[in-house]
């Protein structure tokens, strides 16, 4: 796992402000030799951290800041007078800064002698595999990748460069993963789709034969569950981010740069568009298509398809549980309260004339 | 984990129409002599792949489809000039000759050296166990099956015949599996229930003393937990299909031939009848009774029990964000609308008189 | 794993209600003498078998057990002449109970020789650590635990004494635990928080620094994930208790003895109070608060801060699948229809003058 975790302070480095504008763009206003070691929130940052501000709704927390210098938009440029840069896009500044300041770890090259190999395995130059991973017949996988502890990687799957795969993500044979792939523990790709025919009373399995293809960029979260086709693919383009619990089912396709939220599931076959956002929690049901661009608020289903870019939501909005009460009882008769005023209107239109 | 990929072009084998209906019945029409050696969809098929046609609604995709024969109901025998099998449930057809085109991993009957093994463990003939499986003392493993790598089997666990348990599954001590078992990766069988009881402003663990008992032809998706019984135990009847990320609690019972979707949450106590099917992300509250042939929508949390079989749905239906709002406002004062309705009502009654 | 089952029936021990009473308190009705062995329901317990009343709604279920003794309260201590425990909280005292007779099984001491232990680990004395486990440099693990098959430790992680960490947990990096822990199968802690910033259309990720820190007697359910601080930490207080298969996405704080069940998604920064209970599959959005003892229903989304302690609710309530479609039309023109109200009672006021 990496050890690029602030506590590490060992290996504490510090650049002076210039430094980082330097690779990174952006104008400086103030000290450009103040020197910053670390990222911070502008609440708990210390005198060598760097804070950020990215809504200038939050720009009253500049004043109690202990932040040695900050990152603003020009919008704020002139809200403190702490050192800072000045950048177009204050939050994905400070992502750079911070991947700057905490490198990934790097693959320390080789394969723990646990580890069992099957045959016609390829592994890229740099890789390291760790510990009790095991990996099948005809599996490749790429350079400077790191596999974790306890990792089971099937039969002919394929990994590009650069990944990241954590403890105990179990990838299925057959899949494809391209490059910079990040895995998180837990995580199980190309398990099979819950395809069933009902005959006489029983259930009869329908095999899975279809695969799991995944592009470039990608990031799948803890214990997150992508499912493999059942004749055809699931495909998860590139620079997909798949946050925690996620559920995909067989035949999913999700569009590039679409980002979805912890403990979503969508159904078999739906297709989702590019650069969409789904919220935590949400579901999308089966054979649905989504147009790009969508934005879905957490713990709302779609249960028909989505032609317009836009916002969608269909929360039950909470209140006290005496209250809910109440109103839940109405909503099981919203239909014959609607016919009760249809009915009143007419009477009282009938009356005016 | 299985080979059964249609990728692997290797094992390919070629089957004549006539050869697939002397096996599982059905008539043909066209040429009995075209030879498939791959099921697909009607979409994707090629020349020498099978697909079928399960609802008349998708009639029309059989004039675009590549497919060198498809299989059929006879409502739907006409529709098409290619080569076809005539049957009653295309669907259970298609299951069956795509089991038959490609069949489920054999075992390779052997416990790798890496294996971890109690005492008194029972091993059945041509069972295959996998790299660093631990299997603890007392537990017993019925014939033919495979036990893929870093599973965890619990003491005195028992596991019938033909079970195909793929990797990173764990099983706690004692429970009980039928034969003809599918859990996919991350199954997690027999840990704790969710037992607590406050006492002073701390909560007291109840130990968790039942076990979970599975039936025969039961399959349990990836990541699905499942709960050990408080004191008496949870059970999974014959037949039952959990898919991916499913959450059931201690002493829930679920019937013969149920089928339930991804991510739902069952609570504790909860009993569900015989040949329900429960959508993706639905809910059953504890302690309460699902009557057989009961079908749950998507999303749906069932807070009370159903005693007549039918189709149950409780989503709130999604529109855009804005126009949510506006509704979502009205909906915590559904309560004091209808009153105001009835009063409404009541004026123009009186008036009437 | 443990092997604390009711099934182990080698261990059976049998004590007499006065013992227990000498040990746990209360007051004995009926014969002291009578030996109990094991807890159960009041509907399934034996001859020896001591059963619990917790709540008086349930006092006819005493006609019918054949438990040979019962814990009551004070209300029902004469609606049974079984021999009788009473006492102020039947469902505490039968908790002590079950412990006592079913104790969590000990450690015996040592580690497996499969196991891969980095530089500078430190283990504590008494701890058991089984197969195939993984410790990574600096860890740090007290005295008594279990760690089971297949966890994987990460660098510089501190685990208090007495944890018992259920088969293939995964802690990362620098996650600091306290005493008494218990994690179930599949858990994850200290896995990337979802943190991301877009930038001329692809995602950056937001490197994830700051660490999960657990308090003392804390239990996660299995599969539950729990994930890093993105800056500062994610908190989980003393004696919380989270049940299955939930997500804690980065930052999070949940206050102590707070009790969490199952599916339930909390979204970054999040601040959950003390003694508050979530239901299954609830969800709590992102930077909110939520005041001390709050009790949150099953399916509810928290999607603004509570303030006040009582009971919060927003379920769509469920209904035959028929009726649904004819509300659910409705729900979606209700501000509509309210306006339509509203011009009505001013139709029907204007008139009145």
């Not at 050890?3 to 650049?15: A, E, G, R, W």
């Not at 090259?109 to 009790?132: E, R, Y």
């Not at 394929?158 to 299925?172: E, F, H, L, Q, T």
Request: aromatic fraction near 6%; charge should be negative; include cysteine.
């Amino acid at each position: 796992m990496t050890n690029s975790n602030k506590l590490n302070l060992m290996q504490t480095v510090n650049y002076r402000l210039e430094e980082i504008v330097a690779r990174f763009g952006g104008k400086i206003l103030g000290d450009a030799e103040v020197l910053v070691s670390q990222v911070a929130t502008l609440d708990s940052a210390q005198r060598d951290q760097i804070a950020f501000l990215a809504n200038s709704k939050y720009r009253s927390q500049l004043e109690q800041t202990g932040a040695g210098a900050v990152i603003v938009s020009a919008a704020d440029a002139d809200a403190t007078s702490i050192p800072r840069i000045v950048c177009e896009n204050p939050y994905a500044y400070f992502a750079r800064v911070s991947a700057f300041l905490n490198p990934p770890q790097s693959p320390v090259s080789g394969v723990h002698p646990s580890v069992v190999m099957g045959q016609h395995v390829k592994v890229g130059n740099g890789t390291q595999i760790d510990a009790n991973v095991v990996i099948a017949d005809g599996a490749s996988i790429g350079a400077n990748c790191i596999i974790m502890s306890g990792c089971t990687i099937g039969e002919r799957v394929v990994i590009g460069d650069n990944a990241r795969i954590y403890p105990r993500v179990v990838i299925y044979h057959d899949c494809l993963i391209g490059d910079n792939f990040i895995a998180h523990a837990g995580v199980v790709i190309g398990s099979d789709g819950f395809g069933l025919a009902m005959e006489a009373g029983r259930w009869l399995k329908i095999p899975q034969i279809g695969r799991v293809i995944i592009g470039n960029d990608v990031e799948v979260g803890a214990n997150t569950t992508i499912d493999r086709g059942a004749l055809d693919d699931t495909v998860i383009e590139d620079d997909v981010k798949l946050d925690n619990q996620i559920q995909i089912a067989h035949n999913v396709r999700i569009g590039a740069h679409t980002a979805i939220a912890g403990c979503v599931g969508i159904a078999g076959s739906a297709t989702i568009g590019k650069y969409c956002r789904i919220g935590g929690s949400a579901g999308i049901l089966g054979h649905l298509e989504i147009a790009d661009y969508v934005e879905v608020s957490s713990f709302t289903l779609v249960n028909k398809s989505i032609k317009e870019r836009g916002s969608y939501c269909g929360i039950f909005p909470f209140t006290s549980t005496q209250n809910w009460r109440r109103n839940a009882a109405q909503l099981r008769h919203l239909d014959e309260l609607a016919d009760r005023l249809k009915a009143l209107e007419q009477k009282t239109e009938s009356k005016d004339i």
